[in-house]
């Protein structure tokens, strides 16, 4: 069994240091076997913002894995957003925007889908290219079959129910169709600071699956995370998402902070 603590959003230079340093005691109470941090973990991509954003996962008792986000690129230095626009996020958080990780239960593949300029007036919104989703593909159809496969980007592929016109990651249909084919069974992301899940299947039945790729217990899913600690809440509090993967199977927790403790959100 695998254990994943799916956090979101942390917004260093906008956070509540309550709810940081209580996050941190949550998660070490009932260690994980990874943490994943899809995206955000800065506000205005400063260096004091990455360096207090990697000395608290540092705090945290396994290590993690985290893609960047929109606002993991500056705004405010221009030359430094078009020619090197990843550079802090290497410097403070890990020279890699699209890790991978495998052992021998799960199989985890970043995508980053933050853009330093997109041709469309807000550069906030998200986009994956045909180069990324062949890349996927690939990496996807060629882990072995048992593992339980895990894609992580910070924006939102598929809407909530409730908002159906969400801007979702230009191309996202495309996306999703591929992923599904190509046998992942969990997409993590974040962005909205809304926490939400939704499931995905569209492979008929009579679709045959490339070799190697491993057969799903039920259809993707897509699992969104709240802000964990930022004090930009959209009508959700703060919260994580607490994955457990075991034999293939999925269960998630979402835990919530209530203004004065973590605890088990209901349903």
Same mark, same amino acid.
């Given at each position: 069994?695998?254990?994943?603590?799916?956090?979101?959003?942390? #917004?260093?230079?906008?956070?509540?240091?309550?709810?940081? =340093?209580?996050?941190?005691?949550?998660?070490?109470?009932?260690?994980?076997?990874?943490?994943?941090?899809?995206?955000?973990?800065?506000?205005? !991509?400063?260096?004091?913002?990455?360096?207090?954003?990697?000395?608290?996962?540092?705090?945290?008792?396994?290590?993690?894995?985290?893609?960047?986000?929109? #606002?993991?690129?500056?705004?405010?230095?221009? /030359?430094?957003?078009?020619?090197?626009?990843?550079?802090?996020?290497?410097?403070? /958080?890990?020279?890699?925007?699209?890790?991978?990780? @495998?052992?021998?239960?799960?199989?985890?593949?970043?995508?980053?889908?933050?853009?330093?300029?997109?041709? #469309? %007036?807000?550069?906030?919104?998200? +986009?994956? +290219?045909?180069? @990324?989703?062949?890349?996927?593909?690939?990496?996807?159809?060629?882990?072995?079959?048992?593992?339980?496969?895990?894609?992580?980007? #910070?924006?939102?592929?598929?809407?909530?129910?409730?908002?159906?016109? &969400?801007?979702?990651? =230009?191309?996202?249909?495309?996306?999703?169709?591929?992923?599904?084919?190509?046998?992942?069974?969990?997409?993590?992301?974040?962005?909205?600071?809304?926490?939400?899940?939704?499931?995905?299947?569209? @492979?008929?039945?009579?679709?045959? @699956?490339?070799?190697?790729?491993?057969?799903?217990?039920?259809?993707?899913? /897509?699992?969104? !995370?709240?802000?964990? &600690?930022?004090?930009?809440?959209?009508?959700?509090?703060?919260?994580?998402?607490?994955?457990?993967?075991?034999?293939?199977?999925?269960?998630?927790?979402?835990?919530?902070?209530?203004? =004065?403790? %973590? +605890?088990?959100?209901? =349903?």
């Amino acid at each position: 069994m695998r254990k994943i603590a799916h956090l979101s959003d942390l #917004h260093f230079g906008r956070t509540d240091p309550d709810v940081v =340093a209580s996050l941190a005691e949550d998660i070490c109470a009932n260690p994980p076997n990874l943490v994943v941090v899809s995206g955000d973990l800065t506000m205005r !991509a400063r260096r004091s913002e990455f360096i207090e954003a990697k000395a608290f996962l540092d705090r945290l008792p396994a290590p993690f894995f985290a893609v960047p986000g929109n #606002h993991d690129i500056t705004f405010y230095r221009p /030359i430094e957003r078009f020619v090197y626009p990843y550079r802090r996020w290497q410097t403070y /958080i890990s020279p890699l925007l699209e890790p991978t990780w @495998q052992d021998d239960e799960i199989a985890l593949l970043g995508l980053n889908t933050a853009r330093p300029i997109r041709l #469309h %007036w807000n550069w906030s919104h998200g +986009s994956i +290219s045909h180069h @990324q989703m062949a890349r996927v593909r690939s990496d996807l159809e060629g882990l072995p079959s048992n593992l339980f496969r895990i894609l992580v980007a #910070h924006h939102p592929f598929m809407a909530p129910r409730e908002n159906d016109d &969400t801007h979702l990651v =230009a191309r996202s249909a495309l996306a999703l169709e591929t992923f599904s084919r190509s046998g992942a069974n969990l997409i993590l992301s974040g962005h909205l600071h809304v926490g939400y899940r939704r499931p995905f299947e569209d @492979q008929p039945e009579s679709d045959r @699956q490339p070799a190697g790729v491993a057969e799903r217990v039920g259809p993707m899913m /897509i699992l969104h !995370a709240s802000t964990a &600690t930022s004090t930009r809440l959209r009508g959700s509090r703060n919260a994580y998402n607490l994955l457990s993967i075991d034999r293939g199977v999925l269960s998630v927790t979402v835990r919530e902070w209530d203004g =004065a403790k %973590w +605890s088990d959100a209901i =349903a």
